[in-house]
């Protein structure tokens, strides 16, 4: 995969932190995703459809999705429960609507996000595709952004933009 | 001043919600709906002077309640708070009918501004 299909990805994370969170998002490394575990137990899905598929996973541990619900909330939580569910559901939502803008060339929508809980759940992502994990630090703890997009079909896009400039070209 | 708030994700309800209390809204006076059937439910069977909606909900989504609310109400201010920050999907949305429009994320000051142009007998 492209990793520059990462960074607005990247920046949407680190805006959404800093001003939702009021909590800086310190990035602290890249690694291609090798296994279908999560890196924490707490992980927010969201597809990605349009002429490019994907899927984004938001990852966090229980003490980070605490601070999330206690900075958006105001509310103290010590277990994994519905509302934390929710709230790293939203935020996962403005993370990845916030990137979707610089791939408005392929009309993507979002799907609503599905919130995974416990440390043996699996996430796969599709064959043809390696996500790219970003690794963060925030004020609570560490953090994960997963994405993988289907690039072959991005190829394909550029391919056929291209031989459409071929065409025209030839014509005139 | 009676507020209909629609959102799928009770997080932003609620962070919407502790916004108009403040500005003086009464509880009472807010009614929340999680998505945007049950909203039109909700509106059909109230008298409320705004609509603050998400966009992207199941069952129906925030586009599609605002056109279903034109059909016979063109005045009511509807406020859309969303992700959705492309061109084409603002621009759809003013081509509803919107009155106004808040990207997510917001700070609960740039919320409050919003709102404030809204609902006049704000402080």
Redesign the interface.
Known sequence: MDVSYINPFIESAS??FN??LNSPLTRQGLSLKQTDTPLYEVSAVIGLSGKVSGTVVFSISAPVAFGIVKQ??DTDVAEIN??VA??V??LS??I???A??HF?QYNLA?G?PKVLVGHNHVLRFPGNVRPICVHFKARWGAVALEVGLDTLAISTENTADQDADLELAASC | MKVLLVDDSGTMRTIQKRCLLKLGIGEEDIVEAVNGQSALEQFDRGVFDIVITDWNMPVMDGLTLLKEIRKNDKEIPVVMVTTEAEKSRVVSAIEAGISDYLVKPFTVDTLKDKFQKWVPAMV
Request: charged content about 20%.
């Open positions: 805006n959404v001003i939702t958006m909330l519905a509302d929710d709230a559901g939203e939502n403005m990845a609507g916030g979707k803008v408005s979002l609503l």
